[in-house]
């Protein structure tokens, strides 16, 4: 399954899901005039998928085309400030029995009045009562996330995005506990020397792709593509090297299915590189620049827990 953002004529960006056996169908209530990277496909968790913009949340279960818009936050922004969506997670939580989605927020004032104005707000919604929470977490001085269209990961009922301190780190959170914890990346990484990561998940092991920056000109032989595994979950020395690919015209990786590593090209195009065959396979299927997203969502018996006045069919998924 895939995403992407196409402009109508008004210039105002509409989102379009797609499957393997489907036509693309436009997704009710997203788009956005904010540029494609507004957009997220985060999932699956037990076959549902969330999907978002800048202002609406949707809870998707693909295989009974059912979906939910979830309520909007009551918390706003105050006022004099701005701030904007920087990290978003989905997940499932063990000791509730309860979904969560998760939804960082940069609070910032005029750069120019004050540029030390800056303060991180996370709001949680709670699935099972329909409801809104804000968080305190100011003691714990979370770090900048930044956004990549290949990170939000969910891995052991934790959800993982690309974050920066002092240094890049892999910020996480538990859904069970509402815990966030800084992951350390490899000591190599380092987005000043022309590099881009993506994070996926290869054989149930967190995964980070290390690719050049397409805004960089490309060396067809030095800037391969680098895929490091972590071989214990928690252990940060534990970072295996185990694919080197040769340089790819991309604009950022996508997802992993079998031997299939599904990227964006610099192009647009949706494409696969076969670890085995070294093969590369272009699909007809483009997206803007930073717009596609792409899971692989297996059939559950999972319903969507909770249903509201906003629940529907999603036709022609």
């Given at each position: 399954?895939?995403?992407?953002?196409?402009?109508?004529?008004?210039?105002?960006?509409?989102?379009?899901l797609?499957?393997?056996?489907?036509?693309?169908?436009?997704?009710p209530?997203?788009?956005?005039?904010?540029?494609?990277v507004?957009?997220?496909?985060?999932?699956?968790?037990?076959?549902?998928?969330?999907?978002?913009?800048?202002?609406?949340?949707?809870?998707?279960?693909?295989?009974?085309?059912?979906?939910?818009?979830?309520?909007?936050s009551?918390?706003?922004?105050?006022?004099?400030?701005?701030r904007?969506?920087?990290?978003?997670?989905?997940?499932?939580?063990f000791?509730?029995?309860?979904?969560?989605?998760?939804?960082?927020?940069?609070?910032?004032?005029?750069?120019?009045?004050?540029?030390c104005?800056?303060?991180?707000?996370?709001?949680?919604?709670?699935?099972?009562?329909?409801s809104?929470?804000?968080?305190?977490?100011?003691?714990?001085?979370?770090?900048?996330?930044?956004?990549?269209p290949?990170?939000?990961?969910?891995?052991?009922?934790?959800?993982?995005?690309?974050?920066?301190?002092?240094?890049?780190?892999?910020?996480?959170?538990?859904?069970?506990?509402?815990?966030?914890?800084?992951?350390?990346?490899?000591?190599?990484?380092?987005?000043?020397?022309?590099?881009?990561?993506?994070?996926?998940?290869?054989?149930?092991?967190?995964?980070?792709?290390?690719?050049?920056?397409?805004?960089c000109?490309i060396?067809k032989?030095?800037?391969?593509m680098?895929?490091?595994?972590?071989?214990e979950?928690?252990?940060?020395d534990?970072?295996?090297?185990?694919?080197?690919?040769?340089?790819?015209?991309?604009?950022?990786?996508?997802?992993?299915?079998?031997?299939?590593?599904?990227?964006?090209?610099?192009?647009?195009?949706?494409?696969s590189?076969?670890?085995?065959?070294?093969?590369?396979?272009?699909?007809?299927?483009?997206?803007?620049?930073?717009?596609?997203?792409?899971?692989?969502?297996?059939?559950?018996?999972?319903?969507?827990?909770?249903?509201?006045?906003?629940?529907?069919?999603?036709?022609?998924?």
């Amino acid at each position: 399954m895939w995403i992407g953002a196409e402009n109508d004529q008004k210039r105002e960006e509409n989102v379009y899901l797609k499957t393997w056996s489907s036509k693309a169908s436009e997704v009710p209530y997203l788009s956005s005039s904010y540029g494609s990277v507004s957009h997220h496909l985060i999932g699956p968790c037990n076959g549902l998928i969330v999907l978002s913009d800048t202002q609406h949340i949707v809870l998707l279960y693909p295989i009974t085309r059912k979906y939910n818009l979830l309520q909007p936050s009551p918390f706003g922004c105050p006022d004099g400030l701005n701030r904007c969506i920087c990290g978003l997670g989905f997940g499932f939580d063990f000791m509730r029995n309860d979904y969560k989605v998760v939804r960082i927020f940069e609070v910032y004032s005029n750069p120019y009045k004050d540029p030390c104005m800056r303060v991180f707000k996370v709001e949680i919604y709670d699935l099972g009562i329909n409801s809104w929470r804000e968080e305190n977490y100011k003691e714990e001085k979370l770090p900048l996330v930044f956004w990549s269209p290949c990170s939000e990961v969910l891995l052991k009922g934790v959800i993982h995005w690309f974050a920066s301190a002092d240094r890049e780190v892999i910020l996480c959170f538990d859904m069970s506990t509402d815990i966030f914890r800084n992951m350390e990346m490899l000591h190599s990484c380092n987005s000043l020397d022309g590099k881009c990561y993506g994070l996926i998940i290869l054989n149930d092991s967190l995964t980070l792709i290390c690719y050049r920056d397409p805004t960089c000109e490309i060396d067809k032989i030095k800037d391969v593509m680098d895929i490091w595994t972590i071989k214990e979950y928690g252990r940060n020395d534990s970072w295996i090297l185990r694919y080197t690919i040769r340089p790819l015209l991309i604009e950022s990786p996508l997802t992993v299915w079998k031997d299939l590593l599904f990227l964006q090209s610099t192009s647009g195009q949706l494409v696969s590189y076969n670890f085995i065959s070294d093969e590369v396979k272009e699909f007809n299927f483009r997206g803007y620049p930073a717009s596609l997203r792409v899971i692989v969502c297996k059939e559950s018996m999972t319903i969507i827990p909770k249903e509201n006045g906003n629940s529907t069919q999603a036709l022609g998924i």
